[in-house]
């Protein structure tokens, strides 16, 4: 008797869902633990974003073009 061979197919899937379950750890991302979002464990080695401060009045390029036209009256009205 000749008994049908077998497939190892299930063998190499249980070693990748080992081999992820293992490597999946130290992936760094990051997680939410009791209300708490917590970093990366490489959140040292990320690129800082820095954004230098703007002017203190938002419409600079409005108030300029404002006092130039006010001193174009002034000027014209004399």
Known sequence: MSYPKTSNSWKVA?????????????????????GQTLPSPYYLLDDVQYFPAGPQNKLSNETAALEKARAEAQRKAR
């Open 14 to 34: 249980a070693i990748g869902l080992l081999l992820c379950g293992s490597v999946a750890p130290l992936a760094g991302c990051q997680v939410s633990v009791a």
